[in-house]
């Protein structure tokens, strides 16, 4: 605990140094006197001077967060400042509050209420009265100025009972292996307890802790942290453990209206997994994946084989075609020559005819290759959609195991 706050006053230092102002030759004079309520004062109880003068980082003034959600006299610094007739006097704050007055039935002050800046304006008296209050254990100022005079103080909060338990742990482990497991412990104001006694129970007997109780640190690495260490089990499903506060004065014990509720039993779930059983599992699903890879491995031979022998019957058709083509072409000469040789007046009628002949011949021929070569291609498509679909599917199964698509 000394360490963390030694951390934390030595961080506040370097960002308010130099908060302390020396008072200026000024008409403005200012005394300022802060304190705290004590119960026990003589002659009844009362304001008095703090055991620390709270003038620097290091004589901070403690006083308790307002954990009941109303601010009065044991909460509070009272600071007031006497100063010339009819002056202002502003208190600002950092990480504290300020308020005018205290928490009473008619005029309920809580820890919403106040700001980090007032100002008092004397009227005709000479005096200004503040009340200061923390909800952080981090140290605040307060800078209470009069025209050009400023006083500084500290002030730092103790945090309350624990109000909320957050556990951190795996969400799953493997079948007797031993997990960590953190407790936070932090009062309603989320200020982390430490020193507290925190009990864990298992439930039904699915995990064997290192210990039941675990104690929140007190250093800068683990303050308000209690850590377990959970043996899970070496079959079953999960391992359930809940977590409270091991002394009952250590928590609040109910709700408070206006602030976080309590949360004083979480719990830390954990499946537990079966490694061998994993393990089957992943060779069976690998063996199925090399079996469906075979059969798609032999359809990809088919449809390249069925590829194949379809480009063979096309180019066979095309094949028969031009020969058809060729002997169309050939009668259609020798039928052009006899006309000719037979009667030279006839032949211009004739050599018409076979041009208009041949034309068709083309064109029959042209739309028959056409559709043979559409044909073809529509097949080759076909095939390696067919296959890269497989592909496909056995890449996402096998990561590491991919086969290359054909383009």
Same mark, same amino acid.
């Given at each position: ?259 976080p509720a309590r949360v004083l039993a979480p719990f830390a779930e954990i499946a537990v997994r ?10 069976? /699903?690998?063996?199925?994946?090399? +079996? =469906?890879? #075979?059969?798609?491995? &032999?359809?990809?031979? !088919? %449809?390249? @084989? *069925? $590829?194949?022998? /379809?480009?063979?019957?096309?180019? +066979? =058709?095309? #094949?028969?075609?031009? &020969?058809?083509?060729? !002997? %169309?072409? @050939? *009668? $259609?000469?020798? /039928?052009?020559?006899?006309?000719? +040789? =037979?009667?030279?007046?006839?032949? &211009? ?7 208009? $002949?041949?034309? /068709? ?5 042209? =739309? ?13 498509? $076909? ?25």
């Amino acid at each position: 605990m000394n360490s963390f706050k030694k951390i934390a006053l030595a961080m506040v230092a370097a960002m308010t140094l130099g908060t302390m102002v020396a008072t200026p030759a000024s008409a403005n004079t200012m005394s300022v006197v802060a304190s705290t309520w004590n119960a026990a004062k003589t002659g009844g109880a009362g304001y008095d001077t703090p055991a620390t003068a709270g003038t620097a980082l290091t004589t901070a003034i403690v006083r308790p967060v307002p954990a009941d959600n109303t601010v009065d006299n044991t909460d509070v610094v009272q600071i007031v400042a006497t100063v010339v007739a009819g002056t202002s006097v502003t208190a600002t704050s950092t990480n504290a509050t300020i308020v005018s007055a205290l928490h009473s039935t008619a005029a309920p002050v809580g820890a919403t209420s106040g700001s980090s800046s007032l100002t008092v304006a004397t009227g005709t008296g000479t005096t200004a009265t503040f009340y200061v209050y923390t909800k952080t254990t981090a140290i605040g100022t307060i800078v209470v100025t009069n025209g050009p005079v400023t006083l500084t103080y500290y002030v730092q909060g103790t945090a309350g009972l624990i109000n909320n338990l957050t556990v951190s742990a795996p969400a799953t482990g493997a079948a007797g292996t031993r997990q960590d497991i953190t407790v936070s412990a932090t009062d309603v104001f989320g200020n982390k307890v430490s020193g507290k006694s925190i009990t864990a129970t298992v439930f039904a007997a699915t995990a064997v802790m290192d210990t039941a109780t675990a104690t929140t640190g007190a250093t800068l690495s683990d303050f308000g942290v209690a850590t377990f260490k959970a043996t899970l089990p070496a079959a079953g499903t999960r391992s359930l453990i809940t977590f409270s506060p091991t002394t009952a004065g250590d928590a609040t014990t109910t709700d408070v209206v206006g602030l976080p509720a309590r949360v004083l039993a979480p719990f830390a779930e954990i499946a537990v997994r079966d490694l061998v059983s994993e393990l089957a599992a992943e060779k069976a /699903a690998k063996d199925a994946a090399l +079996a =469906a890879k #075979a059969v798609a491995d &032999a359809a990809v031979v !088919k %449809a390249a @084989a *069925d $590829a194949v022998a /379809a480009k063979a019957a096309s180019d +066979a =058709a095309i #094949a028969a075609e031009k &020969a058809a083509s060729a !002997k %169309a072409l @050939a *009668d $259609a000469k020798t /039928a052009s020559d006899a006309a000719l +040789a =037979a009667e030279k007046a006839a032949s &211009a009628k004739a050599l018409a005819d076979a041009k208009t $002949a041949h034309d /068709a011949v083309v064109l029959a021929k042209d =739309a028959a290759i056409a559709k043979l070569t559409a044909d073809n291609a529509a097949a080759l498509k $076909a095939i390696k959609a067919s296959f890269n679909s497989l592909a496909k599917k056995w890449n996402a199964k096998n990561p590491k195991a991919k086969v290359t698509l054909v383009k």
